[in-house]
T-cell receptor
Framework: DQQVKQNSPSLSVQEGRISILNCDYT??????FLWYKKYPAEGPTFLIS?????DKNEDGRFTVFLNKSAKHLSLHIVPSQPGDSAVYFC????????????FGTGTRLTVIP | NAGVTQTPKFQVLKTGQSMTLQCAQD?????MYWYRQDPGMGLRLIYY???????DKGEVPNGYNVSRLNKREFSLRLESAAPSQTSVYFC????????????FGPGTRLTVL
């Protein structure tokens, strides 16, 4: 049972435009959320995170929004650049026990020059 | 500072063979994790080690064993490989289990024939 869902397997965006990647979760115990970026043949690398006590976190071109009531978060990339082309994973952390991350299935972003 | 390293990068096994995947980190992290990534499934936790000398099962531990050799090294062993274990395996580490941002290695692509 997938507790973190990314329903869009792929997304294509023109360079300079906004990319919006979405993520939904089902477990109300999740209280910390992360986005990871993954290039082919490499491990995931941390991009940005948000705590459940916030609804927005910004880091340069990347902004993550959290809607707790809807159990939904999104990653906005503005402006999108060709180097942003990668697979993006949403992950959630219940902050208990192993504190391991529960990952979504990923969204492949392609930024077209 | 190499971060998290994994060996080998690629491996092909026949059903029933055994092998050990190696992972090492040089960031003085206390906690280490093994994940597998399968198409359409995201990353799933196999085993983790909250600190040196401790190991615990994750979401999908069947068919695997682990050893936390020392603070730096965390190995994953397949005693009798099965085709269902064909996957990409990622090792990750974090300062402590209560921290969120895990650092990942480059992965090992394993094929079991």
């Amino acid at each position: 049972d997938q507790q973190v869902k990314q329903n869009s397997p792929s997304l294509s965006v023109q360079e300079g435009r906004i990319s919006i990647l979405n993520c939904d979760y089902t477990n109300s115990m999740f209280d910390y959320f992360l986005w990871y970026k993954k290039y082919p043949a490499e491990g995931p690398t941390f991009l940005i995170s948000i705590s459940s006590i916030k609804d927005k976190n910004e880091d340069g071109r990347f902004t993550v929004f959290l809607n707790k009531s809807a159990k939904h978060l999104s990653l906005h990339i503005v402006p999108s650049q060709p180097g942003d082309s990668a697979v993006y994973f949403c992950a959630a952390n219940p902050q208990t026990g192993a504190n391991n991350l529960f990952f979504g299935t990923g969204t492949r972003l392609t930024v077209i020059p | 500072n190499a971060g998290v390293t994994q060996t080998p990068k690629f491996q092909v096994l026949k059903t029933g063979q055994s092998m050990t995947l190696q992972c090492a980190q040089d960031m003085n992290h206390n906690s280490m994790y093994w994940y597998r990534q399968d198409p359409g499934m995201g990353l799933r936790l196999i085993y983790y080690s909250a600190s040196e000398g401790t190991t615990d099962k994750g979401e999908v531990p069947n068919g695997y064993n682990v050893s936390r050799l020392n603070k730096r090294e965390f190995s994953l062993r397949l005693e009798s490989a099965a085709p269902s274990q064909t996957s990409v395996y990622f090792c990750a580490s974090v300062w402590r289990t209560m921290w969120n941002e895990q650092f990942f290695g480059p992965g090992t692509r394993l094929t079991v024939l």
